[in-house]
């Protein structure tokens, strides 16, 4: 094969609309069976990823500048470059390096969440079915190149530009390219004008429109910046970072305690000035504290907790799309669910069949194509039932779903209904792929939510029979016949009924019901106009005749239950929303547990009800069957209107009106189209229920993480900056140095308050009501820990420090006042920075003792608090660093007195837990 250059590229070939398929082909050096996978790579490293040119990222030097472009840091620089120049080198040093390693380790935070968004970015990437080596795959829609072949359905994203080579009954939304409101119906014929516009190329699809109806194959012709989408990307691309509810309200929380600790800071300073201190110490030590007392990891906790609880739910099996979902999924307290494929198994296995007036029982299990049909018991002689040989046919020939066999056994491609009719047929010496090739497809109206049917044509020994396939009230009504003993007789109102008491039967069974029917077309004059649609077709789903039902089962998951008590327990009520009949959907409702003495509602009563009426009864209804996505929505509405923080699922294009409109939208990883996925928040990568349960968790378990940071870090300098108060109002020495401020602020702040942020879901995390979404970060029963602890952290470091400096039994007689100072000013220091270790698992749980939490379960918690004692303890123990830190070495007796006041932090907390466990809540 040449080499492909689109470049050196004819004007006329240029204009691929102008083309025909055959020298679209021809030009870009493919064919039906697309590229081979060399040649894809080939062509991939020859014009690279079929994506919009991304925002530029700041290089990780200029992260590093920034990490020291605060104003109080560059103030603290200028303090202590003062201080050496007054004397005091030692400490400027100290001051200069601890401020550095601060800001290194700032911006190793800052750089590893970047990366970790943009690993969680990838993992969104859209995808395409492409035809490569002759074979359907799936691969991400960037990794698209001139000359593949993609396969088109009802809601996918178009992912390139590409040429039609195959519509069937094709339209297109183009607004977010053209303009244009409605859909542009597609075919495949080459356009001979060459001066077309846009909107008027209509065997052409663009990037970043989608599949509205039908379906179809189309050849890439231009991908990322060449695209159209990708000519106008300055208007359309979204490159603004966004930062979430949460990190907006906590930057205003950021800003006020750093006003609030400049002031606190300033008048500290000036109330040490006036005790006797040097102006250059205070200013000194006043720009430590403020330093000190303000958040300045807050950003990177955040970004990190919420990055890393993103990925935790990758792992469970849930992709979040925007990261405002995380916030919001802690307060949800309605989950509105499919209930195929999210709360089943979605692994059709058809059971009963009604035909030519008789019940068959199918045996078998899963999609292995092996059973029998059975009447009463007895195995029926199948070859001798005409009505049911064409019931298996045309509801295979109205279907495109394969049956496959690997190495794992066998499974579908495709649509699982349509996988249990054609499993249904094999079953019954139907060859299924012999029989669409014989009767070719030649017109098809595809399933839609609102239609509830899918309706195919097909030349059948020269005649167009026409086939259809949905709910069993549905094809009823386009039904004048039936089938009978081989032949169509008048569907009477008393067969009419026996029908519809046997679907009744099957769905008491928990039987998911079809009704399949055909019917010849009358000869006409007209030829097939190549798929196009026609007067040929028009009314062709009309007096029809009733091939008869087909019973299938969808078993529940059997984790599903599990979850649903998990809901219950956590103040979340389910709901199921379904297509399926109201007796169906309430069999499997109660078999879950979601149904508990509240209504099931079809459709049909929904549309009756006034919007008052509605809301009434919208609080007591757990089962909404025989449902359309126009009515998801208005549930969804009503459910909002009442207060309730509501997630919805949904997978058709036509769900994306209540995925948008509900709090969370999640869409089906799976079965989704392209078009839910979009308008989603979150996506089920396994579209199971139980995921949304998981997601959840991890939602609650990411909130609490970023308030235990908060409580850790604020109760913990407000218990230094309360002791430091005291201090100098009782006109004692100053406790800390300004290293010392800086050296606890960079290990607290840096090590452990980070490790906080990863802690895993605390133990019965799920037991308790959802979070009220108006609720802010610190509760009430937050502010009481951080007030009572930062309160006890202060008092009995002041007490170490009072007594280090009075009690002379600690000292030999004549023991310098210096030196006295120096021990009291180190057991302070010490003792502090043990009260803030110990505080740190206080804080692993705001609600339940930190004795009932698992020990390992937060590793980066112990070795952090490793790091931050071996770091304390070098500073006292190597006598290289006392006049760097102002310290000097301790007695025995003198460590036992700072590890037990530093404990009782610990104490202090657990009496706190008990005595409020029920109140400030």
Known sequence: MSEYKPGALTKELSQWYHSQVKDVFLELQTGESGLSSPEATQRLEQYGLNALDAEKKDPAWLLLIRQFTSLLIIILFAAAVIAAFMGDVVEAIAIIVIVVLAGVTGFIQEY????????????????????????????????????????????????????????????????????ESLAVEKHTHEILDLDVSLGDRKNMVYMGTSISYGRGKAIVTDTGMKTEFGKIASLLQNTEN???????NLDELGKKIGIFSIILAAAMSVLGVFQG????????????????????ALPAVVTISLALGVRRMVKRKSLIRKLPAVETLGAINIICSDKTGTLTQDEMTIRKIYSGGEVFDVTGVGYNPVGEFQINGIQADIGGKADLLSLLTFGSLCSDTKIVKDEDGWDVLGD???????????????????????????????????TKRMTTVHLVNGKRMVSSKGAVEV?????????DGGKSSPLTPEIRAKILDIAFGFGENALRVLGISYKEMPNVTDDYSGGESSETFKDIEKNMTFAGLVGMIDPPRMEVKDSIKTCFSAGIKPIMITGDHKITAVAVAKELGILRGGRAISGNELEKMSDKEFELTVDNTEVYARISPAHKLKIVESLMKRGNIVAMTGDGVNDAPSLKKADIGVAMGITGTDVSKEAADMILTDDNFASIVNAVEEGRSIFENIRKYLVYLLSGNMGTVFAMIITLLATLPLPLHAVQILFINFIMDGLIAIALGVEPPEPGIMTKRPRKVNEGILSRKALWFIGAVGLWISLVTTAVFVWGLYDMSLYPEGTKTKTIETTAVTMFFMTLIFARLFNGYNTRSLYQSSFKMKVFSNKSLFVASGIALMMSLSSIGFEIFHPIFKVTYLTGFEWLIIIGAGASTLVFGEIWKLLTKNKFN
């Open 475 to 483: 094809i009823l009504d386009s039904c004048s016949f039936y089938a």
């Open 416 to 450: 699982p209904t349509e996988g249990g009719i054609v499993v249904a047929a094999e079953k019954a010496g139907i060859k299924v792929e012999e029989i669409r090739k014989k009767h070719e497809r030649i017109h098809e109206i595809p399933f839609s939510s609102e």
């Open 112 to 179: 590893q969440a970047g990366k970790a968004i943009e690993s969680l970015k990838k993992m969104a990437a859209p995808q395409a079915h492409v035809i490569r080596d002759g074979v359907e795959k799936v691969v991400n829609s960037e990794d698209l190149v001139p000359g593949d072949l993609v396969v088109l359905k009802t809601g996918d994203k178009i992912p390139a530009d590409a040429r039609l080579v195959e519509a069937q009954n094709l339209r297109v939304e183009e607004a977010s390219l053209t303009g």
């Open 277 to 296: 201190h040097t102006l250059v110490e205070m200013f000194v030590w006043g720009v430590a504290v403020a330093v000190a007392v303000i958040p300045e």
């Open 242 to 248: 966004r930062k979430t509810p949460l990190q907006q």
